[in-house]
Nanobody
Framework: VQLQASGGGLVQAGGSLRLSCTAS????????MAWFRQAPGKEREFVAA????????DYQDSVKGRFTITRDNRENTVYLQMDSLKPEDTAVYYC?????????????????????WGRGTLVTVSS
């Protein structure tokens, strides 16, 4: 599975961006999808995840109420709507996918379990 992330850019604090991640190849399988981010000089951290059906979501505490993860399985795409952006949201954002079976319609935030990673898209929030 190849993941292509897009939608990053430069935005002022308080602004919004929407990231997209489109999967290609192996799309007949079911995938738990997530977004992680890595700021300069910091370790990669979990941002949000969504189960294969979209019924279950999870967020890092610092983005709850500001970010929304959704997916469109017909388009093999997952989105991250980011509102009320803060300078501390500046990072490279990566989408990730884990193959799951039908019964595993839940989320987690363990990066080591995700098999597939996109290249990342840079989000810069100016103050």
């Amino acid at each position: 599975v190849q993941l292509q992330a897009s939608g990053g850019g430069l935005v002022q604090a308080g602004g919004s961006l929407r990231l997209s991640c489109t999967a290609s190849g192996g799309t007949s399988s079911k995938y738990l999808m997530a977004w992680f981010r890595q700021a300069p000089g910091k370790e990669r951290e979990f941002v949000a995840a969504i189960s294969w059906s979209g019924r279950s979501t999870d967020y890092q505490d610092s983005v709850k109420g500001r970010f929304t993860i959704t997916r469109d399985n017909r388009e093999n795409t997952v989105y991250l709507q980011m509102d009320s952006l803060k300078p501390e949201d500046t990072a490279v954002y990566y989408c990730a996918a884990e193959t799951v079976d039908y019964s595993r319609d839940y989320t987690h935030n363990f990066d080591w379990r995700f098999e597939f990673w996109g290249r990342g898209t840079l989000v810069t929030v100016s103050s």
